[in-house]
């Protein structure tokens, strides 16, 4: 099959409704129609873990994805079509190497003490995560400079990927192996499932979408984004010099409002004009 297409999304806020805009009707009856295409390999990519994007798909009626991208991108799941998950030990193979054979519990006695971090509960914490709150005001970019500065001296190459939580609000700050992010687990996919760069695209709404949405794969920035994350997925695609489109929905796709799933296929259709085919 020549027309193969990867789509990966994000969950929360891109294609899971929860944010304070409404859904439009027909974007989920849609969007479920899409993933049973045998064109399309369905993947989400999200903070959540196994149990959550269980959880998930039963609560909002998800399509059954191909593959799981979870905690942030440091797990990796093949999913059957009976729901029966499989690691990629592959995956955790690469991004152990960045630790320097050390996990969540050596790390977190490695990060003691930061001011301005809280570790979250132990549900949120997996081997190849940790996840720390912090106020929302917090200096980002200062913050991962001070984690990496403490990390650096044990041979720990670390990712440290800050979101906020807008409707609390607060910071989300996730420490990662270094190529353990959403990014690399978009471009490991996309290379182990053999799908070219111009069939693969990518969904997001917030800050650790940001790296995939302004790198060089096709992405969509749903119309529910804040108007601070689409300027600043604008901006990095300029700096970065981003090879592929970013697409910001806005809605008008089949009289929809762009977000939510709505936004991922008005994107969709505007990068692969035979998805408006496959919805006809
Ligand atoms: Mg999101």
Redesign the pocket.
């Known amino acids: 099959m020549t027309d193969r297409l990867l789509v990966c999304c994000?969950?929360?806020?891109?294609l899971i409704p929860n944010g304070p805009q409404p859904l439009s009707d027909l974007a989920m009856p849609l969007f479920r129609r899409l993933a049973e295409r045998p064109e399309v390999t369905l993947a989400y990519v999200t903070g959540r873990s196994r149990q959550l994007v269980e959880r998930a798909i039963v609560r909002w009626d998800l399509p059954v994805p191909d593959v799981v991208a979870g905690d942030v991108g440091s797990s990796i799941y093949a999913v059957g079509p009976a729901q029966d998950w499989t690691t990629w030990d592959a995956w955790e193979a690469i991004i152990c190497k960045d630790w320097n054979g050390r996990r969540n519990r050596e790390m977190c006695a490695a990060l003691a003490g930061m001011p301005g971090l809280a570790l979250q509960g132990e549900d949120r914490q997996t081997r190849y995560k940790l996840s720390y709150t912090a106020p929302a005001d917090t200096d980002a970019a200062a913050l991962a400079d001070a984690i990496e500065t403490r990390l650096a001296p044990l041979g720990v190459a670390a990712e440290v990927v800050w979101s906020v939580d807008e409707t609390v609000p607060i910071g989300l700050v996730d420490v990662l192996p270094k190529s353990a992010t959403k990014q690399g687990a978009v471009e490991f996919i996309r290379s182990e499932m053999g799908f070219p760069a111009e069939r693969t695209a990518f969904a997001?709404?917030?800050g650790n979408?940001l790296p995939v949405l302004a790198g060089p794969l096709r992405a969509i920035l749903v119309a529910n984004a804040t108007e601070a994350v689409r300027a600043e997925a604008t901006r990095l695609a300029a700096t970065n010099g981003k090879t592929g489109d970013l697409y910001l929905a806005r809605g008008g796709w089949r009289g929809m409002n762009g977000c939510y799933a709505a936004g991922v296929l008005e994107g969709l259709a505007y990068f692969y004009p035979e998805v408006e085919e496959w919805l006809a």
């Open positions: 994000d969950l929360d806020r891109t997001g709404d917030s979408d």
